[in-house]
RNA sequence: GGUGGGUUGGCGGAGAGGUUACGCACCGGAUUGCAAAUCCGUGAAGACCGGUUCGAUUCCGGUACCCACCUCCA
């Protein structure tokens, strides 16, 4: 069996990944708040975790994996949606409001991250619904959770709000390598005068008549930001599991305060063994921001036409543990190979096994710029089958993502007839005219061979049916 | 200020204490009516300063620069 080794940012090294139980593998990523459109970096998580995934159906067997992945549907950006939506007068309940707003970003969601050849989350191998759990669906277990805290002396009440008490987890920032003390002394944000240590956060918080809420011991209120993560997990992965992972932006707070909440309510288990974080995404090496203006969704990459495999070659393409930086120029390369890859595997089939070194740099902390070297290997040799099923390792080259590659038989029909114009000039030895169509084809972005046999062509990076009509108009070929 | 990460050839981007990463681009050759595509081949690196070592781009220390987090952003 293959030894799959990550590098565990709670011990800051690589290690030998062992399950706890190899017939039922859990695993837990960090998903979206639903108030809007996923930008470009909420992409990266889920494709690394996507890699991950793949390769540990292919070492342990698709059906000993669980992959849960959250929704968190309780976020003061989605109640000021409700609010706005309140306001311009809809008749429905605040509470349905929000709903109704997760409900559609969860819909984009779902069209963005399958567009990029993501699989949906998973119970040993199921994709069901209950693997996509939403916070508003487990206020019960957080209650729960918070309560057990509070008998703990973990947790306490102050004014209607439930705070964790940072001071009685000795290990509270073990994960993100600071100290209470530390953060201290840097600590910017203005302190609630109920707080018995500046750090201690919000486990529950009270909710006023314009906000949702829930009832709980403490009243009408809804949960801290943390301690949804940590309740979904126990109650789908049970309060040990093997692997967590999310953005380096998460590590603290958000990982920090889970380990303290998990680890508290639940002290004689591990939590989570492994973590995994990826690094931030930048865009024409600058942090991608609404300010700058460099900021975007997948969505709109998508609708500029850039195929949703292509997103994904480029962000894979990079280590997950160093910045990736999100360019035009790597679109078009991602683009051209891809185009030359899916040319050269049609109408193969796969072989049945990857290639064993492309398992292996995925094996070594999901190297998958690695991988692409044998990739590139493969398609050199010109082994299609071997190629084909271990691009697909790295979710390229599936059926299903390929339709941006393919002509229709418009266009087929029309870069044929543009081909034999230039064949019959070629014939008569006119050659400016032979080759003033030739180039014609090429500006409008289709590849010509020349071969003993005759002509063959392939659709090329920035391919344009529009030029390729005019060329065809021009030639009075219409 | 605290914490963590990074700096590799023209560009992108990996691994390994000593032997070609890989891709794109460039250059040379084969091929072609000329090209394209393809094939073959050449060249090109390790921010800076020290240390360990027979030998370091790879380990250790320092410097510079960049980035992220510390603010409910993946």
């Known amino acids: 069996m293959v030894q ?38 909420n992409a990266r998580p889920v494709l690394v975790f996507d890699v991950l995934v793949r390769l540990l159906h292919h070492v342990y067997g698709r059906e000993a994996v669980t992959y849960v992945r959250n929704f968190t549907d309780v976020d003061d950006k989605i109640n000021a949606e409700a609010q706005r939506r309140k306001a311009a007068g809809s008749p429905l309940s605040l509470e349905a409001l929000v709903a109704e707003r997760s409900e559609e970003t969860i819909a984009w969601y779902h069209a963005d991250m399958d567009a990029l ?53 000795p290990d509270y920032g073990k994960l993100s390598g600071r100290s209470v003390d530390d953060m201290m002394a840097g600590a910017r944000v203005e302190v609630a005068p109920f707080k018995r240590d500046p750090m201690d956060f919000v486990l529950w918080k009270p909710s006023d008549d314009e906000l949702p809420g829930w009832d709980s ?16 997990s126990a109650a789908l992965l049970g309060p040990s599991f093997d692997i967590h992972g999310g953005g380096i932006d998460l590590q603290f707070p958000h990982h920090e305060n889970e380990i303290a909440q998990s680890c508290c309510a639940h002290p004689t288990e591990d939590f989570a063994r492994y973590w995994l974080h990826n690094e931030m995404l930048q865009v024409e090496g600058k942090k991608m921001s609404k300010s700058l203006g460099n900021f975007f969704t997948v969505r709109d990459l998508l609708d500029r036409g850039v195929p949703g495999e292509v997103i994904r070659f480029v962000m894979l393409s990079t280590h997950y543990r160093k910045p990736m930086d999100w360019t035009e120029a790597k679109a078009a390369e991602a683009e051209a190979v891809l185009r030359r890859w899916r ?16 398992v292996e740099a995925l094996a070594d902390d999901l190297n998958t710029a690695g991988a692409f070297a044998v990739l590139h290997e493969l398609a050199a040799r010109g082994d299609a089958a071997r190629l084909l099923v271990s ?20 266009v087929a029909a029309r870069i044929e007839a543009l081909l034999e114009a230039r064949a019959a000039a070629r014939k008569a030895r006119d050659f ?16 010509v ?14 391919f344009d049916a529009k030029a390729l009509d005019a060329l ?6 219409t």
């Open 432 to 447: 400016a005219r032979a080759d003033a169509i030739r180039d014609g084809i090429a500006a409008a972005g289709v590849e």
């Open 117 to 169: 050849g993501a699989m949906r989350p998973h119970i040993r191998g199921k994709v069901t619904p209950l693997a996509e759990p939403r916070a508003t669906a487990y206020i019960a277990q957080m209650i729960q959770m918070n309560l057990d805290l509070i008998a703990r002396g973990h947790a306490y009440e102050a004014e209607g709000h439930v705070l964790f008490d940072v001071r009685s987890f």
């Open 391 to 410: 691009a697909r390792m790295l979710g390229l080259l599936l059926p299903e993502m390929g339709r941006w590659a393919e002509a229709d038989n418009a």
């Open 343 to 358: 040319g050269l595997v049609a109408g193969i089939e796969p072989a049945t096994s990857p290639a064993p070194a492309l």
């Open 472 to 477: 065809a108009r021009e030639l009075g070929l």
């Open 4 to 41: 799959i080794r990550l590098t565990n940012t709670r011990t800051r090294r690589k290690e030998d990944f062992q399950p706890i139980d190899p017939t039922n593998l859990r695993l837990y990523l960090c998903g979206p708040t639903v108030y809007d459109r996923a930008h470009l970096g």
């Open 217 to 232: 011991p403490w009243g009408r209120g809804r949960p801290g930001w943390h301690i949804e993560c940590s309740a979904m």
């Open 449 to 462: 061979k020349d071969t003993a046999t005759g002509s063959e062509w392939a659709l090329a990076a920035g």
